[in-house]
Structures are given as structure tokens and as C-alpha cells.
């Protein structure tokens, strides 16, 4: 139990209890709890009031103290993977956005805003429905491929539980892989491909027709790279002061093309030889000779950057970066917990939505919508204690035909008689008729 004078004593479950329902109600950050009635909320979670936002992120803070997120996290996964059986495993990549001032992160490219900035990757794996297993973040800026061989797939390996169906048909047939593994273009490639099968015989899904008769068989015979990324400090990274160079070195090829623009137009505006025209041949003359200087400036300038950046290694490892730019990593332990909520939270979404969509005829294109709908509907809260009950009263949707869904799908909840956490009450859900 935690307390304060002002708002009393909030218990660790009850505050996971009501960060899911803040997730269920799309409120992205501590700071949007302010704009929400602190009463409404806190009665869901049998208390007065919901915590102010400093106490939440007090709570979170007591929570990742632990350093137990990571144990948590993995055995949820192991759970997941062990009940759903996957043989498909959806693995895609996601920039996490950084506006901080507390760590110094290399920048990525955001393309939903179509520009680099700070940040890093967080790698998530997937089912083939899109309910999230685990992810994985990346420790400085690692590509996928070094991700999938260096974390993911060991971290699979380790998860993934062969079925006794699954081990006769590899005894049967030696093509049969372990499991398969789908992502996107930024890991392509058919050596990588090769040793993912000889080492750990994992199969891969590519959107390339006929890989082997456009690729050399020399390609599929590379020996393994050496992908061990080992201490963080070791990781190789573009050096900052070559791409600073690098980037001086286009402005002045910019300037040195707009330069030799402006003497080609001089060129061919050059007046007639004849002595009429001995002002404006002056003053051309002169126009000449100032672009030509400047051309000889620029160029010169442009020698010295190629020769000043031929004495930079592209790489350095990140230990070799300057103090005060080197990179390092947030502490991700209350990331790691929210995204672990969130991960249950989409879960139990999801899940909720398949219950719904055999009684909605438009399942496929509103069945989110109506899911969000229904979160945040009005509801009345009785607690029964004589029939050991909470009952919980929905309120009537915007049509009916969300109503009668709601209904078969609340009669189907109610006979699996849920205790509502940390009570003993058992979860009785109705809708009043219209």
C-alpha cells in the first residue's frame, strides 16, 4: 500500500488495474488524467477519487524500483506463445520518438513526419491477428537484421515450444522449420536468410519471386558475420564530425554549381566586339572575374573538406565519441512496464472484439469502433454483497443493432463468473432495454 495525506492509501494492483483502464480509454500520458473526472474513474477502482498525476508517477516509480519488468514481461510472453501456438511471427520496427533532455540519442528517420529526430527503435513481435507477444528495444541504433539475430530470434528460440505435431513433421520431412519469421525489406537478405535456416532451420517469408536465380549462389555461401554486439560502448556508430563534414561538403557543392550556372549565363549574354560596347564589356569583365575568383574560393574550399574527410573513419564505436555528444540510453524499466499494460490491455481488446463480430454484421470495419464505444460507455456500478455480485449496468448504444451484439456477448460473460480483482464480488454485467 502506498500513502499520502491528501489522497490515502492506493495498493500496486488497484493502480495497474486503473493504468489499463486509462489505456482502454485512449489517454496516452500521466498528464491527460488532469483533463478527466477524478471521481467517475476512481469508483472502478473502489476508491473516492483517482491519484493526482505526480502521485501516479510517483506509483510508477515505486513499481520500476523492482527492476522486475523485464521477468514479468518474458513470462507473459512465454504464456502467449505457449497458448496460442504461433507458427507465424510478425516482427516490425517502430521509432520511439524522444523530446528529452535526460539522455543523448542518435537521430532516425520518423517517416509518418518525414524527418530525422531523436529517438529509438523498439521492435515488436506479433501474431498473425496482431496481438503482441513481446519487443524489444534497441540499445543504441541497431538495424533489424543485427536485432533479429542477435536478440529476437534467440529470445523466440528460447519462448517457442515445439508441439508434439510439429516435432513428427520435422522427423518427417527435414524441410519442415522450427518457426517462421515475417518482416519487412530493411532485413532482407539472402545470406542472412541461409544461416537463419543452417543454424537455428527457421524458414523465411519473402515478397521476392525465384531469390535463388536472382542472386549468385556465392551470396547464399557467405560465411556468418560476427554480429555480436557485446558491451553498448563497443557498438559501431556514424561518426558525427564525418557527417558534419559531409554535409558542409554539399553546401558547397551547391554553391559552386550555382557559381558555374551564373558564368555559363554570363557566357552566353557576352556582348559584341566592337567598340560600342566597351562599357558593357567592362562591366562583364568584371562580372567574369569575380565569379571566376569565387568559383576558385569555392573549389579550393571543397579540395580541403575531401582531404580533411579522408582522415575521419566513417565509423567509431561509441566509446570514441566525444563526452559531450556521445550517446547513451533512458532507463526503460517504467517503459517497459506501461508497455507491458498496454501489450494485456490490446490483448484483452482484441479478444473482446472476436466475442463480438459473430453477432455484428459489419464486424470487419466497425468492430474496433463499436469496442471503443463500449469502453467508454456510462455504466452504473451496484455492489451486492448479499449475492456476492457487482453488478454492472451498460447503458444503450447509439443503434441497435450494437445493442443486441452487447447483449449475447454480456450473457456469454456473465456464465463465466469473473471475480472482479481484489474483491470477491463475481462481475454481473446488463444493458437496459430502450
Known amino acids: 500500500n502506498h500513502y499520502t495525506e491528501r489522497e490515502g492509501y492506493y495498493d500496486f494492483d488497484s493502480f495497474i488495474i486503473l493504468y489499463a483502464f486509462l489505456v482502454l480509454l485512449r489517454i496516452k500520458s500521466m498528464e491527460q488524467t488532469k483533463m478527466i473526472n477524478p471521481g467517475e474513474l476512481g469508483k472502478l477502482i473502489g476508491y473516492d477519487r483517482i491519484p493526482e498525476t505526480k502521485k501516479l508517477r510517483g506509483l510508477i516509480k515505486e513499481l520500476t524500483q523492482q527492476k522486475k519488468s523485464s521477468d514479468w ?25 524522444y523530446h528529452g533532455y535526460l539522455a543523448n540519442l542518435g537521430k532516425k528517420h520518423v517517416s509518418r513526419q518525414r524527418l530525422c529526430l531523436p529517438g529509438m527503435m523498439e521492435f515488436w513481435v506479433n501474431s498473425v491477428s496482431g496481438n503482441p507477444f513481446f519487443f524489444i528495444t534497441a540499445r543504441v541504433n541497431e538495424k533489424m537484421m543485427e536485432m533479429l539475430e542477435e536478440e529476437i530470434i534467440p529470445q ?37 536468410f541461409k544461416r537463419l535456416w543452417d543454424t537455428y532451420r ?27 554486439m557485446g558491451n553498448s560502448t563497443t557498438v559501431e556508430v556514424v561518426n558525427r564530425e564525418y557527417t558534419n563534414i559531409t554535409s558542409s561538403l554539399r553546401k558547397e557543392r551547391e554553391k559552386l554549381s550555382r557559381r558555374k550556372a551564373g558564368l555559363y549565363e ?14 558593357e564589356k ?21 579540395d580541403e573538406l575531401i582531404a ?43 479478444t473482446f472484439a472476436n466475442l463480438l463480430a459473430p453477432h455484428y454484421k459489419r464486424s470487419e470495419d466497425e468492430i474496433r469502433a463499436l469496442v ?63
Request: net charge positive; with cysteine; proline share 4%.
Open 372 to 434: 471503443k464505444a463500449i469502453t467508454n460507455q456510462t455504466v452504473d456500478l451496484f455492489p451486492d454483497y448479499q449475492n456476492s455480485q457487482l453488478c454492472v449496468t451498460l447503458y444503450p448504444l447509439a443503434n441497435q443493432r450494437s445493442n443486441e451484439a452487447v447483449k449475447n456477448v454480456i450473457d456469454f460473460i456473465n456464465l463465466t463468473k469473473t471475480v472482479y480483482s481484489g474483491t470477491s464480488l463475481i462481475l454481473n454485467f446488463k444493458i437496459t432495454t430502450v
Open 282 to 302: 567592362k562591366i562583364y569583365l568584371n562580372k567574369e572575374l569575380k565569379l571566376n575568383e569565387e568559383i576558385t574560393q569555392i573549389q579550393s574550399k571543397i
Open 73 to 97: 514481461g518474458a513470462s507473459l510472453s512465454g504464456d502467449r506463445i505457449k497458448e496460442d501456438k504461433p507458427e507465424l511471427y510478425y516482427i516490425d520496427g517502430h521509432v520511439q520518438v
Open 266 to 279: 554570363l557566357e552566353q549574354s557576352n556582348p559584341a566586339d566592337t567598340d560600342r560596347f566597351d562599357k
Open 202 to 228: 527457421i524458414a523465411i517469408l519473402t515478397y521476392r519471386k525465384n531469390v535463388k536465380e536472382q542472386w549468385a549462389e556465392s551470396v547464399f555461401e557467405e560465411t556468418a558475420v560476427d554480429t555480436s
Open 156 to 192: 523466440l528460440i528460447k519462448l517457442h515450444k515445439i508441439s508434439a505435431r510439429q516435432a513428427a513433421l520435422m522427423a518427417k520431412n527435414t524441410n519442415y522449420p522450427r518457426f517462421t519469421p515475417v518482416f519487412d525489406r530493411e532485413a532482407y537478405s539472402p545470406a542472412f
Open 308 to 350: 580533411q574527410r579522408k582522415k575521419i573513419p566513417y565509423k567509431i564505436t561509441i566509446a570514441q565519441m566525444p563526452e559531450e555528444v556521445r550517446y547513451n540510453k533512458l532507463n526503460q524499466e517504467s517503459k517497459h512496464l506501461q508497455n507491458i499494460i498496454k501489450m494485456i490491455c490490446l490483448r484483452a481488446e482484441t
